[in-house]
């Protein structure tokens, strides 16, 4: 279950990333509401999306057995490694001033996908995948919701290394499942 609650942090961070650049343009009036939208947002399809990706891992795992350790490493790996490059790069990041539901949708999406392939591992991991959803989505939605919060008072500065932070913990997951 350890793997399940390192897994949830690590998935959490591109949210609490994108929570972070949220608050920091936030106003001190709107903080409350924005981080609970962030929450409920990112919390949901963070659930959601390792469910998907461990439902259609469930249904080929038979055909991939011998190879799921390193299908699941693989797939940490290039999750991890493209979470550690984006927090390293200068990458340009567009300028968000009206926050909709159409946008928190567009960023609750683009920061989920990621989840859905980190969900093929669980069927490695030999947890109760409804519940392991339920953590990730849970602390997601902490995570966002503190973010809201960090971003206000700090700015962006820790925006990379919260995707860092997540990318280097997917990998150590990634070896885990690999090696052990």
């Not at 929570?19 to 990112?42: E, M, N, T, V």
């Not at 999750?79 to 567009?106: A, P, Q």
């Not at 947890?127 to 206000?152: E, K, M, P, Q, R």
Request: charged residues 10%; glycine residues 12%.
């Amino acid at each position: 279950m350890i793997e399940v609650i390192f897994l949830a942090v690590a998935l959490s961070m591109d949210a609490f990333a994108v929570s972070i650049g949220l608050g920091s343009k936030g106003d001190k009036a709107s903080l409350s509401s924005l981080a609970l939208k962030a929450g409920i947002w990112f919390g949901l399809f963070q659930g959601l999306m390792p469910l998907i990706g461990y439902l259609a891992g469930h249904g080929v795992l038979g055909w991939v057995e011998a190879y799921a350790p390193w299908i699941a490493f693989g797939l940490l790996a290039l999750i991890g490694g493209k979470m550690i490059y984006e927090s390293l790069g200068e990458g340009v990041e567009e300028e968000i001033s009206v926050v909709t539901n159409r946008v928190m949708l567009t960023l609750a999406i683009a920061t989920s996908i990621d989840a859905m392939a980190a969900g093929f591992t669980l069927t490695l991991l030999e947890v109760n995948a409804f519940l392991a959803c339920l953590i990730i989505a849970v602390t997601t939605f902490v995570f966002s919701w503190i973010g809201v919060f960090v971003g206000y008072r700090s700015g962006t500065w820790l925006e990379s290394r919260a995707e860092l932070f997540g990318g280097i913990v997917l990998i150590l997951i990634g070896l885990k499942v690999l090696l052990f």
